[in-house]
T-cell receptor, first 112, second 117 residues
């Protein structure tokens, strides 16, 4: 079946540090890939997405590239801020389905 | 900006009691989802509605969970009786259309955090 594996957290960084959160997936065919963010006490918000191989999703300084050869969709940001502290979820959507499959989430804490 | 509304935000109940959660999707959204998020894990789909019809409830524990969306607008998720293992965050999401709608248009509510004692 389809699955998503994220690097285990928590991740703690200093402000302005470089961020990478690894995500790999298992799926048949060509899924769409997503990163969602969950701030404390809130629901999930879509951060970025990519729908085909080599696509790069970007938003708010975050980027992720759909790598079919390595089945990966790693999240990166060049300079994190305290306000980026949240839990980040990688997810996939199999073609023809409306069912999102999520990873377990990675908690990021950014210290001033 | 329109949002998905959920209530209550927090619920504490005792084992074997009945609980109910309410969700009001963004106006005009035909598809509604209920997810369960256990602490430290990602959300898992429980049930999906297209208008008032259930599209997918394969992961819904039907011996104790039920969901309805009678008029194709708001929805209620019920647990009876609640068990200790049901403690989790219950998230509702909605999207504008089914079967052709962009998958990124699932908008999530703030969730209901359930604690079963």
């Amino acid at each position: 079946g389809n699955s998503v594996t994220q690097m285990e957290g928590p991740v703690t960084l200093s402000e302005e540090a470089f961020l990478t959160i690894n995500c790999t997936y298992t799926a048949t065919g060509y899924p769409s890939l997503f990163w969602y963010v969950q701030y404390p006490g809130e629901g999930l918000q879509l951060l970025l997405k990519a729908t085909k191989a080599d696509d790069k999703g970007s938003n708010k300084g975050f980027e992720a590239t759909y790598r079919k050869e390595t089945t990966s969709f790693h999240l990166e940001k060049g300079s994190v801020q305290v306000s980026d502290s949240a839990v980040y979820f990688c997810a996939l959507l199999q073609g023809g389905s409306e069912k999102l499959v999520f990873g377990k989430g990675t908690k990021l804490t950014v210290n001033p | 900006e329109a949002e998905v509304a959920q209530s209550p935000r927090y619920k504490i109940t005792e084992k074997s009691q009945a609980v109910a959660f309410w969700c009001d999707p963004i106006s005009g959204h035909a598809t509604l989802y209920w997810y369960r998020q256990i602490l430290g894990q990602g959300p898992e789909l429980l049930v999906q509605f297209q208008d008032e019809s259930v599209v997918d409830d394969s992961q819904l524990p039907k011996d104790r969970f039920s969901a309805e969306r009678l008029k194709g607008v708001d929805s209620t998720l019920k647990i009876q009786p609640a068990e200790l293992g049901d403690s989790a965050m219950y998230l509702c999401a909605s999207s504008p259309q089914f079967g052709g709608g962009a998958p990124d248009t699932q908008y999530f509510g703030p969730g209901t955090r359930l604690t079963v004692l």
